[in-house]
C-alpha cells in the first residue's frame, strides 16, 4: 500500500523543473520513468482503454475497437507484412497490437517491453487467445535491443519509442536489428509545426502531455524524419495519421472528451470530483492503497493536455513514416 504513495512521489519528482537537472534527469533515468509509469497506470488503462495503448481517428459508422484495430492494420499494410515474415513491435505494451497483427497477417510477432507486468500480462492473453504459437512476449531495453543484427523481416512501434530519451539512439538499434532491405514502420508522437515554443500556452500544454505520459521530452516531426534518416534509413513515406480526412470522423482524442458513457463520463469536470472522492474513500478504508487519487490526478491531466494538443493542432499522437534499411 505505502509503495503505490511512494511510486507517485518519485514519478511526480522526475518531472520537476524546479530543479535543474530535471530534463537531464529524466533523459538518464529514462527506464526507471517508465516503468514506474506504467506500474502506477497500467490496470486503469486495460480498464477504459483495451489492450492497445494508442490513439487513432475514428470513423463515425465503426466502434472504438475497431478504429483501433484498423489503425494497426493499416500500419501492418503500408509494411507489407505477411505470412511467415519474422516481426519485431518494439515497445509493445501489453501486447495488444502484437497479437492482432500476428493473428491478421499470420507473421511471427516478437514483442519487446521494457516493464515485465506487461510482458506477463501480454504472454498470459498470447495463450488465452491460442496465439502464442504467433507470437511472444520478451522483457527487454529497445535502447539495447537483445538481438543480433539482421534479425528481423520488418519492426514497428506504435507511440512507444515517445519514451525514449534518443530518437537516433533507438532508431540506431532498430536499424541494426533489421534485415537489409527490411522496413520500420512508425506512428510517432510529435509536436507539429504549428508549435511555438516561445508560446507560454503551447509549453504549458507539452510539459502537462509530458508528465502525464512519462515522456523525457517530445520531438518535432522534423527531428524524427532527420534522426531515421541520420542512422541510415530511407524514409520512403511520412504522413499526419491524426488529422481527419471528413467531417464524419471523430479526433484522435475523442475518447478523452466528456460523455455520459461509462468510460468518458470521469471527463466532466463533477463526473472527475465524483470519481475522486470514491476513490479517496476506498483508499480511507484500505480497499484501494494509499497513492490511488494521485495516480487518477495525472492521468486526468495528461488528458485534458492531449485534447488540449489536439484541439489546437500543436500535438500528434500519430505521425507516420515508413522506412527502409537499405539492401
Not at 207 to 225: F, H, Q, R, S, Y
Not at 310 to 325: Q, V
Request: proline residues 5%; aromatic residues 12%.
Amino acid at each position: 500500500a505505502k509503495s503505490v504513495q511512494g511510486t507517485v512521489d518519485q514519478y511526480m519528482g522526475l518531472h520537476d523543473d524546479g530543479k535543474p537537472t530535471s530534463l537531464e534527469e529524466r533523459t538518464s533515468e529514462y527506464q526507471n520513468l517508465v516503468n514506474t509509469y506504467y506500474n502506477l497506470v497500467t490496470d486503469f488503462y486495460e480498464w477504459g482503454w483495451g489492450q492497445s495503448f494508442h490513439f487513432a481517428v475514428r470513423s463515425k459508422t465503426e466502434t472504438f475497437h475497431q478504429s483501433i484495430a484498423r489503425h494497426q492494420h493499416w500500419l501492418a499494410a503500408q509494411m507489407g507484412l505477411k505470412r511467415g515474415m519474422n516481426v519485431l513491435d518494439v515497445g509493445c505494451g501489453v501486447g495488444g497490437p502484437a497479437l492482432e497483427i500476428a493473428r491478421f497477417t499470420e507473421c511471427h510477432v516478437t514483442g519487446l517491453n521494457i516493464n515485465e507486468y506487461h510482458i506477463q500480462r501480454g504472454t498470459a492473453r498470447a495463450k488465452s487467445l491460442k496465439l502464442d504459437h504467433l507470437c511472444k512476449l520478451v522483457h527487454g531495453d529497445f535502447m539495447k535491443l537483445p538481438f543480433e543484427d539482421n534479425s528481423f523481416d520488418a519492426v514497428y512501434q506504435i507511440e512507444a519509442t515517445a519514451h525514449a530519451p534518443s530518437k537516433e539512439g533507438v532508431y540506431a538499434e532498430i536499424f541494426r536489428v533489421l534485415k537489409p532491405g527490411g522496413v520500420f514502420g512508425s506512428y510517432e508522437w510529435c509536436l507539429t509545426d504549428k508549435y511555438d515554443p516561445e508560446n507560454a500556452r503551447h509549453k504549458e500544454i507539452k510539459k502537462g502531455i509530458e508528465v502525464g505520459n512519462a515522456l523525457p521530452d517530445i520531438a518535432t516531426t522534423e527531428a524524427v524524419v532527420a534522426a531515421e534518416e541520420a542512422v541510415g534509413f530511407e524514409v520512403l513515406d511520412q504522413e499526419d495519421r491524426g488529422i481527419m480526412l471528413t467531417d464524419l470522423e471523430f479526433p484522435w482524442y475523442h475518447p478523452l472528451t466528456p460523455s455520459f458513457s461509462p468510460s468518458r463520463i470521469q471527463y466532466y469536470s463533477l463526473g472527475h470530483k465524483a470519481m475522486i472522492a470514491g476513490v479517496s474513500l476506498m483508499e480511507k478504508i484500505g480497499f484501494y492503497p494509499p497513492g490511488t487519487v494521485g495516480v487518477q490526478e495525472f492521468l486526468r491531466a495528461a488528458s485534458l493536455n492531449l485534447v488540449a494538443g489536439g484541439e489546437e493542432g500543436i500535438f500528434t499522437p500519430s505521425f507516420f513514416t515508413l522506412c527502409k534499411k537499405p539492401e
